[in-house]
Each structure stands twice: as C-alpha cells, then as structure tokens.
C-alpha cells in the first residue's frame, strides 16, 4: 500500500527559528513529490521535486529530495508569523497524488 | 497557473438536501479533479472529472452520492447529494495543467451539514 508520512505532526516555534519538516513515502511508480502550504482552505503549491539531491529554494523556503532513502524535507529559516499554516506533503504516482497528513506548524511571536 | 474560481465558499445545509459546487477555470485544462477533505485530515480524491463523459470516482466514492458534471474544459460542478453530518468537510476543485505540472486548487468550499 502506498503511504506518505510526515513529521512531526505539529510544531510550535518563535519568530526566527528555523524548522525542519519531513516526508517519507513507500510508494510504487514514483513520479514526483510536491509541498503544499494550507492557511485556510485552500492549499497553495510551494515546489515540486523530481530529481535527488538538488535543492529548490524560493526565500526562506527550501526544499530537497532523496530518492534513495525515499524522503524529502522542507527548511524554513528565520519563520515569521505568517508561516504558520499546515504544511503538506504529496507524492504523485502515476498521475495519482496522496496526500500526508500534514504538519501543523504555529510560529509565535 | 490558472486561476480557479470555486462556489460557494462555506455553506450551511441541512440533512438529507443536496448542494452543488462550482468550479470555474480562467483557461482550459485538460485534468480537473475534486478533493474532500475531512476535519482534522488530509486530502482525500473523490474523483476525476472527464470532460463529455462520466467522472472517475476513487474507491469509497460514488456517482449517485457525488454527481460530477463537465460540460466543457473550464467549468465543473460537484454536487454533495442527501447530506449527513459526516459530510461535512471541505471541498476542493484542483487543475493540472500538464502532466509535468503541479495540481493547483480552487479557495475550496467549506460544508457543515446539520
């Protein structure tokens, strides 16, 4: 059975830490793994890996995948506030995407 | 990315009506999909929606509870069919664009059914 599984499940931080948040997968016909950060409703897309060991980087965000030991992370440096949100994991196999269940991160100020 | 417009975005229905959601797209995309997601939990697909024929439901899914409509390649509807509690969730329309690409979402709807 395919399975995405992200950790921790939650997270409380201060304003300018730097976190750390992981997914695992053990799925068949790998295609890509995809982030994901949900404020609200509505998820919004953060990057898409498809190759190992090469780092996507938009800001304080980062994001990297290793397709040898199956899991990615994504690093947030110096969070702020309005990082706080839940943070999801998707791995697409064939043209099929499961879903984490998400880490649920609370930065204070 | 396209921008997806969904409707209504929460509303409040009572047990045993029926509601439907729309989603409309600024472009055409040929992959349009409806996610449920329950509270407390992750995204869950219920279907694909094809265009000119019957939608692709997931297991756990079905077409009598879940009615999806694609007229054409920029508008869908979902309808939430004789609702209970448990369906109180939110729904959510996403795109892809291209094989390659990423799956996009609508603002979602937000359901409570009483």
């Known amino acids: 059975e395919d399975k995405v599984v992200q950790s921790p499940l939650s997270l409380v931080v201060h304003e300018g830490d730097t976190v750390t948040l992981n997914c695992s997968y053990e799925?068949?016909?790998?295609?890509?793994l995809l982030w994901y950060k949900q404020e609200k409703k509505a998820p919004t897309f953060l990057f898409m890996l498809t190759s190992s060991g090469i780092e996507k980087k938009s800001g304080r965000l980062s994001s990297i995948l290793d397709k040898k030991e199956l899991f990615s992370i994504l690093n947030i440096t110096a969070t702020q506030t309005g990082d706080s949100a839940v943070y999801l994991c998707?791995?697409?196999?064939?043209?099929?995407?499961?879903f984490g269940a998400g880490t649920r991160l609370t930065v204070k100020p | 990315s396209a921008v997806i417009s969904q409707k209504p975005s929460r509303d409040i229905c009572q047990r045993g009506t029926s509601l439907t959601i729309q989603c409309q797209v600024d472009?055409?995309?040929?992959?349009m999909f409806w996610y449920r997601q329950q509270p407390g939990q992750s995204l869950t697909l219920i279907a694909t929606?094809?265009?000119?024929?019957?939608?692709?439901?997931e297991s756990g899914f079905v077409i009598d509870k879940f009615p999806i409509s694609r007229p054409n390649l920029t508008f869908s509807t979902l309808t939430v069919s004789n609702m209970s509690p448990e369906d109180s969730s939110i729904y959510l329309c996403?795109?892809?664009?291209?094989?390659?690409?990423?799956?996009?979402f609508g603002n979602g709807t937000r359901l409570t059914v009483t």
């Open positions: 929606a094809n265009q000119g024929s019957e939608a692709t439901y």
């Open positions: 998707a791995v697409e196999i064939n043209n099929d995407m499961r």
């Open positions: 799925v068949t016909n790998f295609r890509s």
């Open positions: 996403s795109v892809r664009t291209g094989y390659n690409s990423p799956l996009h």
């Open positions: 472009s055409q995309v040929t992959m």
